[in-house]
């Protein structure tokens, strides 16, 4: 890829990227993804350029996503206290980190799935518009694959994924009160 926009496509290590946002299940399935966003883009315009807030806040019954870091802290999406100030925080952090897990596996499961969507597997050298709709492909066919259980080749490696960097600490306070509640049921 080359021209003005080159840029903005090159993700925090440095290659060519699509930054995508996703919600799994505890099976791994994606439930929501988003593929629309070059690498540079940081997960916070991510999901507030995406319509997953507004799912969010008008869900009936309401519940709770999972964030890391890179998120802001809202009622609905609970991200990690970055300097937990008593036993309880450090509790939620480590159920945090141990429950949000099953993203970083799901995104493992899927490039051993779909070595191409891997670095090592080489790269898509189409327009980011085409990668974006084999990206989605290969999500689908993902889904179907934990739907109907067809076991990963021996052999797959799970990618091990880093958090990305730390988001402000500025959260609105409903929010952060909400995870303080949650945190104290640790």
């Not at 869900?59 to 802001?72: A, R, T």
Request: proline share 5%; with cysteine.
């Amino acid at each position: 890829m080359s021209g003005p926009q080159e840029p903005a496509f090159v993700c925090r290590k440095n290659f060519h990227a699509l930054n995508i946002q996703a919600v799994t299940d505890s099976n791994m399935r994606f439930l929501q993804i988003n593929t629309c966003f070059p690498g540079a883009t940081h997960d916070s315009f991510v999901l507030s350029n995406s319509g997953l807030s507004g799912v969010m806040e008008h869900l009936e019954g309401g519940g709770w996503l999972l964030g890391d870091s890179g998120y802001p802290l809202k009622e609905w999406l609970l991200t990690p206290f970055l300097s937990p100030a008593n036993q309880h925080e450090v509790n939620y952090n480590d159920a945090h980190g141990k429950t949000r897990v099953v993203i970083e596996k799901s995104f493992g499961v899927l490039k051993s799935r779909f070595r191409c969507l891997h670095r090592t597997g080489g790269v898509l050298p189409f327009s980011p518009s085409r990668c974006s709709q084999i990206i989605q492909c290969c999500i689908r066919l993902h889904n179907l694959a934990v739907s109907e259980k067809v076991p990963l080749l021996e052999g797959g490696v799970v990618q091990n994924i880093n958090d990305n960097a730390v988001f402000n600490a500025n959260a609105p306070r409903r929010a952060q009160d909400v995870r303080i509640q949650v945190a104290n049921l640790f």
